[in-house]
Each structure stands twice: as C-alpha cells, then as structure tokens.
C-alpha cells in the first residue's frame, strides 16, 4: 500500500510538472543558419549605427558592414522554435563596461514563407552583465518566457538587489509596430 501510495505521488508530481523546453540552437539551424538568423535580428536589439541613423534609415544598405560586425559578435544564447513556428530566441551582446559584460535580449519573432520577419518582438533586455552570471540568468528568464509564465518578479522593482531585467520597466516598453523600446507617455 505505502508503495502504491508513493508511485501515485510520485507519477503526480512528474505528470505536473512542465517539460524543460530544448532551446539549443544547434537542434534547429545549422551554424550558418544561426549566422544569418542573427544577422536577420541585428538591427532591431543592436544600437544605430552612427548619431545620424535613424529607425527609418537602419535598413540602408550603408549600414550592412557595421551590422554584419555586429551580429558576428553577438551569441545566439538560445533558440526554440515551437509548434506554430513562432521562433522564441536569446541572443547576448557586449555591453560598454570596465570588464567584459553582456546584456541579453529575450523575444519571438514570425516569418512568412519567403523567410521575412512578418512579426518581431523583444520582451525583455536584462541588465548587463559578466557572461556567466548572464548565462543563469538568461537560461531561466528563457524558459519562463517560452513557457508563457510571470516574470515581474525579476523586473528591477520587484528583484530587490538581484538585478535581472533592465526593460521593461515603469518607464519603457517594447513597441511592436515601431520594432524598438520606446519611452511610456
């Protein structure tokens, strides 16, 4: 009886829990198909290229060097493409510190069959940081997003002295239809 009673517990607890998602980016692209998917997603999680670039003018053929640069230097962290083919990926680049430090950007993205990004969004830019700690720190902020679970504990206001997500917060927030953070009114 004890035996039943634990192997019923036990299928319980395992049947409850979520399945850990495969987000390896080796499982769905080859690594040429990661070089182009992250040149595809540079110039929306990269900065502009020169402080007369716009938003409207990133796309000019101008730009292809720096950004090619760009998404050269950047790891592809994670990639999850589910059953609806929407692409949920994690890609980390420098950030501008004294010692070598990342920040990651966390979103999904659609294409259409020509393979042109018909919908892109970025749901979360965490705080930069040194590649390990980031690594953590983007592996479980990852699966929570993929899984559709809450992240505002891990907002800067609600994360106490552990820093996790820079954006968004009470004052950005990720527009869809601009494809850039934006300011709140």
């Known amino acids: ?4 009673l634990f192997l019923s517990l036990l299928f ?10 495969n987000s390896t980016p080796d499982n769905y692209l080859s690594k040429e198909q990661q070089e182009d998917f992250k040149l595809s997603i540079v110039r929306y999680f990269e900065k502009l290229p020169t402080k007369k670039a716009t938003h409207e003018t990133k796309f000019d053929t101008t730009h292809n060097s720096y950004y090619l640069k ?7 962290l994670h990639l999850f493409i589910d059953g609806d083919s929407t692409y949920y990926f994690a890609v980390a680049k420098i950030a501008p510190s004294l010692k070598i430090k990342k920040v990651a950007t966390i979103g999904k993205l659609k294409k259409n069959n020509s393979g042109e990004i018909t919908y892109y969004e970025e749901a979360i ?12 720190k983007t592996n479980l902020l990852f699966e929570k997003y993929v899984n559709n679970e809450d992240l505002s504990p891990y907002f800067t206001k609600n994360s106490g002295e552990d820093f996790y ?6 004052n950005n927030e990720y527009n869809v239809e601009k494809r850039q953070w934006v300011t709140k009114n």
């Open 1 to 4: 009886m004890k035996n039943y």
């Open 12 to 21: 319980l607890f395992v049947s409850c829990e979520k399945e850990k998602i």
């Open 70 to 76: 760009k998404a050269q230097n950047s790891d592809l």
């Open 125 to 136: 830019r965490t705080w930069k940081m040194e590649e390990k700690e980031l690594k953590e």
């Open 165 to 170: 997500i820079e954006f968004p917060d009470d």
